[in-house]
């Protein structure tokens, strides 16, 4: 399911994340808490991390639950894990260490198979925990706009994400609206990629006006999939023809294998959870497919657009000239 996908992108940044947490310690052990005096100092720090990070590596030990130190170590360990049992008591280990951890304590919840609506009253109690903990830090208000790029919000603004997404599977659209705007408020740069979940739930309300703003606000990605596709059905539904026929030369232009992609979609072949798209090449095929299959809610009763599609985008034929005898 896609849970699982959200789940699998969660623990690969937690990687990333430990590596900027200790590059971060060792800046501040080095320099005694002062800021680097320029661009060079820094990068000599990190040049000195990582010569001696190499070092260590050589010689350190496996990761096992002997030599786990904290709770990125219990939460990688979780994720190797080949039982649900093995999983949770890993789990356990990192909660102890920090008992209000939201990546912990969602993977301890998503770690049961519920309904996806289930999910929803303790995904809030979850979000509420979280928001208390940073303002009582003074994190919450000072990160507002760069969630994804301070470390101590980051898991809030994921399990917001994770929110968004069942909000929507449960097709409570006008909640996952003000979910995806509050997600873009907190974070402005959207590493996740929420205005493309967001363009798709203003196309199913037909909400022209805020499709096009959000466009706009994102103005260096308008030409994307994630943007251009549901514009053209968004064209298609409001009986706009030939601007629906814009957009799809538009993408046609941009998008290596579009055709194929329209004859697919048309013919529902994309509807096969084995074919499910979890990576992508950029200006490709693959890309749409991943478009119309994290985004099903909108195209899997849109068979009727990508039939007009294909027909729209298919030059007519020309007569042969009659030979006269």
Known sequence: SNIYYICEAISMSLATEKEFKNIHEFIERRLGGRKPASDEELNQLIQEYMDQTNTMLEAQEPLTEETAEDVFDWLELAGRARSKKV???YLEKAKELEPKNLDV?????????????EYLPDVERLLALGKEDLRERKIYQQSVG????????????????????????????????????????LNCSDNLGVRYTLMHLYVYMEDEYNALKLMRQFKEADDT?????PLALLYFQEGKSEEAKGVLKRLSTTYRGFRSFLKDAAELRLLDESEYIDEYQLYTESELVSCYQENLFLWDSRQEFFQWARKAMTP??????????
């Open 105 to 117: 304590l969602s993977a301890l919840l998503f770690l049961d198979k519920r309904a996806y609506h």
């Open 225 to 229: 999939a994630g943007f251009q596709l």
């Open 146 to 185: 760069d969630f994804y790029q301070v470390l101590e919000t980051r898991p809030y603004i994921r399990l917001m994400h994770m929110y968004m997404f069942l909000l929507q599977q449960c097709m409570m659209l006008r909640k996952a609206i003000a979910v995806g705007k509050e997600i873009l408020k």
């Open 316 to 325: 007519p034929r020309k007569k042969k000239e009659q030979t006269t005898t």
């Open 87 to 89: 999983q949770r008591r």
